[in-house]
């Protein structure tokens, strides 16, 4: 028995000891982030255990390293004197929650893209110098979140909406700039905050209202107004070295909820005002509770009818417009009828939100569409001028001026016609150069001016490294134009669809910066901007490239006037649902994108109608050959001779292969190609 038993146990053994390696093997992905990190931080010899290839962090114990499974959930390395950057990878490890780098000499920008599982993350006291990621914003479990003394620059985007679980926030000691982000007013579980030592500017009345927060740092910065009293009472509270106004503080408009501390965060202002709403739940009880019926029937009927606004109060609040105007102490409360609903626009959530002033009697409401509203309404007029809706920093220029500038937009100054208008050159004899877009005025309808003004509004509030941002505009006689910078390489379309391309050729390596740069600008507005801004009208003639070749994507936050334009937008970059311009959503931009990357590979256009019938659209033609490597090859731009790496045009066209799938929600999110393309750099 037991010469037959001994290849038995010998098995047993072997088994048990293959059972341990694999239940201790990490998942590959998370070991790939891991060397990545390690390498971009210069292989550090004090991470004990760390690899820039292979290795096993979870099984080997890793220094630093935590797992759960096989799975890393926490990374500690604070303090250990590493220098280099975080790498591109860190998105990749889905199941971590911890991160501590603080304490170190790392530098350069922080990863674009961060674990969207993140509880914890600490990357203070480096020398970080980018700005803050927009993945944050997906962190919807984050509590505690440190980028303090580093070098992070520019403006916070809009980026809290969803991180109602954030206790801390520290950004102090960097030279952050701009405005405090509405968002910040969503920060309900947030309890610390240290803005200090920064070139933040306006008001801090974002902050106002936050029931639980008891330590606040603003010291040193560049704020202005004056400070809410809701924050005098909690027990830490630094504001020197700002800019407050020493005169009398207003009074908050009537209906402003404020914060009583003592109250568990009830909203309430005093004794009075309660009073005078118990007074007023009497006066107005069964015209509320007749009214409360109505819109209950009709949202149940029509809930797909529901605005935008009321979609966001029902969800606790999330939208913080600024107003247009400040409301006066005298108001009263007024009911409408659906009547006087007629002509009011919902607000589509893949386009910009529009709230169109009147010139009489403006009210400031949250509309239902098709049920009865409440409206706020001023005892005075509010006259609706084009320029009390803009940033100070958009220019506003005369129609005279660029008459001057452009040759009176002679032929010879004309540089594009779109679907929305014609596009000018303009210089100045300073040599100031801008391009100048000229909306036609047949796409604007009756309220004009007011449509343009919150176009214009909206459009100046977009600002990505990989965007031509808007330097002004110009409303007179009837016309109406947007100005932006004047790009001297001209367009991607251009590039490769109107000069020899053998005489100036992009290589591939710019091929794909170009990608990378157009997705993070689609990116941005997909997964940034709040609500998600559609673009509409993704193309290569919409990508604009500076003296360098990085690109500007154009064109955006107009997706309102292509809703009224019976011309294609593009032949050859509509996604397959858009036969039906009310189906175009987020995806449909990802296909067109997927069609700009086709370009880039081609070098053919979307479509071109002299090729064989078989090879006139571009996409049907290249998708049965992207999984092929030779007949791939054969498809490339002939314009590189061949100065590519084969697997990197394969990985390429694996991106293109999803982003220009038939089926919508089988195509990626932004972020997604974003982080692909990144790794092709």
């Given at each position: 028995m037991a010469p037959n038993l001994q290849p038995l146990l010998l098995f047993i053994a072997c088994f048990g000891v293959f059972t341990s390696i694999v239940l201790a093997k990490t998942e590959s992905q998370d070991v790939s982030a891991l060397n990545d990190a390690y390498k971009s931080m210069n292989s550090p010899s004090k991470l004990n255990g760390w690899s820039s290839s292979g290795g096993d962090p979870c099984g080997d114990s890793w220094d630093g390293i935590t797992c759960k499974g096989s799975s890393?959930?926490?990374?500690?390395?604070?303090?250990?004197?590493?220098?280099?950057?975080?790498?591109?990878?860190?998105?990749?490890?889905?199941?971590?929650?911890?991160?501590?780098?603080?304490?170190?000499?790392?530098?350069?920008?922080?990863?674009?893209?961060?674990?969207?599982?993140?509880?914890?993350?600490?990357?203070?006291?480096?020398?970080?110098?980018?700005?803050?990621?927009?993945?944050?914003?997906?962190?919807?479990?984050?509590?505690?979140?440190n980028?303090?003394?580093?070098?992070?620059?520019?403006?916070?985007?809009?980026?809290?909406?969803?991180?109602?679980?954030?206790?801390?926030?520290?950004?102090?000691?960097?030279?952050?700039?701009?405005?405090?982000?509405?968002?910040?007013?969503?920060?309900?579980?947030?309890?610390?905050?240290?803005?200090?030592?920064?070139?933040?500017?306006?008001?801090?009345?974002a902050l106002r209202d936050l029931p639980q927060i008891d330590d606040v740092n603003v010291a040193n910065n560049q704020f202005t107004g004056w400070i809410p009293n809701e924050l005098k009472s909690i027990s830490n509270l630094e504001t020197g070295g700002n800019r407050w106004s020493s005169s009398r503080a207003?009074?908050?408009?009537?209906?402003?909820?404020?914060?009583?501390?003592?109250?568990g965060g009830v909203g309430v202002n005093n004794k009075a005002l309660t009073t005078g709403l118990i007074v007023a739940v009497s006066t107005i009880g069964g015209l509320l509770f007749t009214a409360g019926v109505i819109a209950l029937f009709a949202r149940r009927k029509n809930s797909h009818h529901s605005s935008h606004f009321f979609d966001e109060e029902k969800g606790g609040g999330t939208n913080r417009s600024k107003p247009l105007f400040t409301p006066q102490p005298s108001q009263m409360l007024h009911f409408d009828s659906t009547d006087d609903l007629k002509g009011q626009k919902t607000v589509d959530s893949n386009t910009l939100t529009e709230t169109?002033?009147?010139?009489?009697?403006?009210?400031?409401?949250?509309?239902?569409?098709?049920?009865p509203i409440f409206h706020l309404i001023p005892s005075y007029q509010v006259v609706a001028t084009p320029d009390r809706f803009f940033k100070p920093e958009v220019k506003v220029f005369t129609l005279t001026e660029l008459q001057n500038s452009a040759s009176c937009f002679s032929p010879n100054r004309l540089i594009g016609q779109g679907t929305l208008g014609r596009v000018y050159k303009a210089k100045y004899e300073d040599g100031r150069k801008y391009a100048v877009k000229e909306i036609d005025s047949s796409l604007l309808g009756k309220g004009n001016q007011e449509e343009f003004s919150h176009i214009v509004s909206n459009i100046s509030s977009i600002h990505h490294q990989?965007?031509?941002?808007?330097?002004?505009?110009?409303?007179?006689?009837?016309?109406?134009?947007?100005?932006?910078?004047?790009?001297?390489?001209g367009s991607l379309n251009r590039f490769l669809h109107q000069t020899d391309g053998f005489s100036r050729p992009l290589t591939w390596n710019t091929r794909i910066r170009i990608a990378l740069g157009t997705a993070q600008a689609i990116e941005y507005l997909h997964e940034v901007c709040s609500p998600p801004l559609v673009h509409k009208n993704i193309k290569s003639s919409n990508i604009l490239l500076d003296s360098e070749l990085t690109p500007h994507l154009s064109d955006y936050g107009l997706a309102n006037f292509h809703h009224r334009t019976s011309r294609n937008l593009g032949v050859g970059y509509n996604?397959?649902?858009?036969?039906?311009?009310?189906?175009?959503?987020?995806?449909?931009?990802?296909?067109?994108?997927?069609?700009?990357?086709?370009?880039?590979?081609?070098?053919?256009m979307p479509y071109d109608s002299d090729r064989p019938k078989a090879e006139q659209s571009l996409v049907l033609w290249v998708k049965p050959k992207l999984k092929d490597m030779d007949t791939l090859e054969e498809m490339v731009d002939p314009a590189l001779c061949g100065l590519y790496a084969p697997e990197s045009i394969s990985a390429f066209a694996d991106i293109v292969s999803i982003c220009v799938m038939s089926e919508p929600g089988l195509r990626p999110p932004m972020s997604n190609v974003v982080e692909s393309l990144k790794r092709l750099v």
């Open positions: 890393v959930t926490e990374i500690k390395v604070s303090g250990r004197g590493l220098s280099g950057s975080l790498g591109y990878q860190l998105a990749n490890l889905k199941s971590l929650t911890y991160l501590d780098v603080s304490k170190n000499n790392l530098n350069g920008n922080l990863p674009y893209q961060l674990p969207e599982n993140l509880v914890y993350l600490d990357t203070s006291e480096n020398d970080f110098n980018s700005n803050v990621p927009y993945s944050v914003s997906l962190m919807n479990d984050l509590t505690y979140l980028f303090g003394r580093n070098n992070l620059n520019g403006e916070l985007s809009d980026m809290f909406q969803k991180l109602s679980k954030l206790e801390t926030i520290d950004l102090s000691s960097n030279q952050l700039t701009g405005k405090l982000p509405q968002s910040f007013a969503n920060l309900t579980g947030l309890k610390t905050l240290h803005l200090q030592e920064n070139q933040f500017k306006g008001s801090i009345n207003p009074s908050p408009p009537p209906g402003t909820r404020r914060v009583d501390r003592n109250s169109k002033p009147s010139s009489v009697n403006r009210t400031s409401s949250v509309s239902f569409k098709n049920t990989n965007i031509a941002e808007l330097v002004g505009y110009c409303s007179e006689q009837g016309r109406n134009m947007l100005v932006y910078d004047y790009f001297t390489s996604a397959p649902e858009c036969a039906d311009p009310k189906a175009y959503t987020l995806k449909s931009d990802v296909y067109s994108f997927g069609v700009v990357m086709l370009e880039l590979l081609t070098g053919r």
